[in-house]
């Protein structure tokens, strides 16, 4: 009988998680978002795509817990990691556009030598931006930055003392409330939004998908399937949308050094943008009415 009971209360352990204090949650998460972030890589492709959403992860981290955080601590962290992300941003645009964008615009072209030669520049201009990265120190400072956050969020005092010992199931959804406001007034009359406008939406998207992301780890009793699963559609639009936007932005720089590359990925860029914003409205339809955990 005595074992019967402790396998029940095992098993009922296991169904129900004890619930975790808002402190316990953040410093799991930061803990978890560091690592990453100070992850030792070298600065090949998928490094570099490491590294971005790392840092992404963390940012989203930091916006996602802000109510409860020392604003000023919080901006100084963001600021530095905004800087970072800045750093990786060349490589990584340009790792897209010569694996993915630019082999897709040259695809099925009749001019085998005008196709050859842009995906020789690219390839060209793509090995200079990671020499550039390589160069700049980044991954050291990502290091450090982990570290000195890892620290920082460690401290007996960083949560505010009304929410510490709140549960993180509880005050979860009010802070992502927050995030979803935000992503929400973004979007509004998005199909009149300028490019600028899209790229800002898919900031504020990215950001409260990364958010409900940590926090499934932390407070598996959130449904927040419905949510994350409406935001990806609509991030996934987004993203291809960005894709042709880099590429043709790039593909001009390449044909100021006359190569033959600007009409070539032009069209292709023009044709993929469009597709995406025709699918953009209906999943942003749908990530509206997605359900959510607050109200």
Avoid at 17 to 31: E, F, S
Avoid at 89 to 118: H, I, N, Q, T
Avoid at 175 to 200: M, N, P, Q, T, Y
């Amino acid at each position: 009988m005595a074992e019967s009971g402790t396998r029940h209360a095992a098993a009922a352990a296991k169904a129900h998680p004890p619930r975790l204090r808002t402190r316990t949650a953040w410093r799991r998460i930061v803990a978890a978002r560091c690592a990453e972030l100070g992850r030792d890589d070298v600065d090949d492709v998928e490094s570099v795509h490491r590294r971005r959403v790392a840092i992404r992860r963390l940012r989203s981290v930091l916006a996602l817990f802000a109510p409860c955080l020392d604003r000023a601590e919080r901006r100084r962290f963001d600021a530095a990691l905004r800087e970072l992300g800045r750093a990786y941003s060349p490589a990584r645009d340009w790792d897209v556009a010569c694996l993915r964008s630019f082999p897709a615009a040259m695809k099925g072209e009749v001019d085998a030598a005008a196709a050859a030669a842009v995906l020789a520049a690219s390839d060209a201009a793509r090995r200079q931006a990671h020499e550039r990265l390589a160069a700049s120190g980044a991954a050291s400072e990502c290091a450090d930055l982990a570290r000195d956050i890892a620290r920082w969020a460690a401290g007996p005092s960083i949560i505010a003392p009304d929410a510490t010992s709140r549960p993180i199931d509880v005050l979860a959804p009010e802070l992502l409330r927050r995030l979803d406001r935000r992503v929400r007034r973004r979007g509004r009359r998005i199909a009149r939004l300028s490019d600028k406008e899209l790229h800002a939406l898919r900031k504020a998207l990215k950001r409260a998908n990364y958010a409900a992301e940590a926090l499934e780890g932390v407070a598996p009793g959130l449904a927040l399937g419905d949510f994350r699963a409406a935001a990806a559609a609509v991030l996934d639009q987004l993203g291809r949308f960005n894709d042709a936007g880099v590429a043709h932005d790039l593909a001009e720089e390449l044909a100021a050094d006359d190569v033959p590359v600007a009409s070539l990925v032009r069209r292709w860029a023009t044709r993929r943008a469009r597709k995406a914003k025709r699918r953009l409205e209906p999943a942003w339809r749908d990530y509206r009415a997605a359900s959510r955990p607050w109200k």
